[in-house]
């Protein structure tokens, strides 16, 4: 077991859970993940396997057929599989913040209709919030839906989805201006849709388009796409949660469990980058002895496992507080911020000791150097998340009198 990054107070089935993933990671995942990557492919061999294992339902309560465990769990199971190969983890992140936002929005008959599915692994979630000209300013968002009889149709275009072709299930956030005056706050007349597709490209459902996959340079072998939806008709109980107005809420709770997510993301690629750059550093010889035995190479390790650490210790911190019920906009805020710019330093810190050969292709460290910076994008920018934590530090040290 490595030394770094450990986690107190784990019950004997988590252990047990965190163990198997391990495994899975080490023997399934990280003897491919370069080759596939490289291949753009989407690793199904992989995504079964997480299926038998019961991942796809890790959240989800026990009555809908899932394990019912805690965000904790999932987050330590995030980290291993990122610390494999990161776009497994955000294969199984949107689909959890879907169930997520079902379990604790959904109407009763949502919740039993799509639950036991999602923990099966049947049905794929995805959600969308993003627009092409919107950036992190989710009040500007131009998609709308009206009102027309027992259904509402849908027209806009929607950017940046994880599993947008292969998902069959996704959370699409709207404008809906019905019981909503003109002058209304703009994230008060957001709405939440529900909204079933068949997987693939193309017309994936009538007025429902999904283009192809965004060419990324890293990221790679998960789907990432835009979705278009002209006159797409969905039925009125397919509001998540049966009433409009309550979307902008909904996907921001969501948005909780991603950045801790995301925060689990940069730790488990943080915890590669240090594996892959204290190994490299005892076999590669220079002037006569390891290159682990020159002090600027001792003073690089040090720093990249005390980020480690540390981005670890934030990451679990911020998972507690939401499994406790409390409010942990500030934890995973800050959780994320640091998680993914630890991430970027511990990576290129490998990279460097590496030397040449970090450039290689051959080298697992190439691919790691790709994928640390959408981290620092995903599930809103270090500059969002230091807005959230600046205001709700002034909420919480407000000046009396």
């Not at 991942?55 to 899932?66: R, S």
């Not at 199971?77 to 190969?85: F, K, L, P």
Request: net charge negative; with cysteine.
């Amino acid at each position: 077991m490595a030394r770094l990054a450990q986690t107190a107070g784990l019950t004997d089935i988590q252990q047990e859970i965190l163990s198997t993933v391990r495994d899975f990671v080490d023997k399934e995942i990280i003897p491919v993940a370069t080759e596939l990557e490289h291949r753009d492919e989407y690793p199904q061999q992989i995504v079964d396997g997480l299926k038998e294992l019961g991942l796809f339902g890790l959240m989800i309560p026990e009555e809908y057929g899932g394990l019912g465990e805690s965000l904790l769990t999932y987050a330590l199971c995030v980290e291993e599989i990122a610390r494999g190969w990161m776009s497994v983890s955000g294969i199984i992140n949107t689909h959890f913040i879907v169930a997520y936002m079902l379990k604790q929005h959904g109407t009763q008959e949502q919740r039993e209709y799509f639950l036991p599915r999602m923990a099966a692994g049947e049905v794929r979630g995805a959600f969308s919030m993003s627009e092409p000209g919107l950036g992190s300013d989710v009040s500007a968002i131009t998609s709308k839906a009206v009102r027309d009889g027992d259904e509402y149709v849908l027209n806009g275009q929607k950017m940046w989805l994880t599993n947008g072709g292969t998902s069959t299930l996704v959370a699409v956030l709207t404008r809906s201006d019905e019981g909503h005056p003109e002058g209304t706050a703009p994230h008060k007349s957001m709405t939440t849709f529900l909204v079933e597709k068949e997987p693939g490209f193309g017309e994936v459902r009538p007025g429902l388009t999904i283009p192809g996959k965004i060419d990324k340079m890293g990221y790679k072998g998960v789907d990432t796409t835009e979705l278009i939806m002209d006159g797409l008709r969905i039925p009125a109980n397919r509001v998540l949660g049966g009433e409009t107005g309550r979307g902008f809420y909904q996907m921001m709770d969501g948005v909780e469990v991603g950045r801790v997510n995301v925060a689990a993301r940069g730790c488990g690629v943080a915890q590669r980058a240090f594996e892959l750059g204290v190994s490299y550093a005892q076999q590669r010889h220079t002037f006569g002895k390891a290159i682990a035995q020159h002090q600027a190479i001792q003073f690089k390790l040090a720093e990249m496992a005390t980020k480690v650490e540390a981005a670890h210790a934030m990451m679990v911190n911020a998972a507690r507080k939401k499994d406790s019920g409390e409010r942990n906009d500030l934890e995973a805020g800050m959780a994320k911020y640091l998680a993914s710019e630890y991430c970027k330093e511990v990576v290129e810190d490998a990279f460097r000791i590496h030397g040449g050969y970090g450039f290689s292709k051959e080298y697992e460290i190439e691919r790691l150097y790709r994928e640390a910076p959408m981290l620092l994008i995903g599930e809103g920018t270090a500059e969002i998340q230091k807005m959230i934590i600046g205001r709700r530090l002034l909420e919480e040290y407000r000046l009396q009198g």
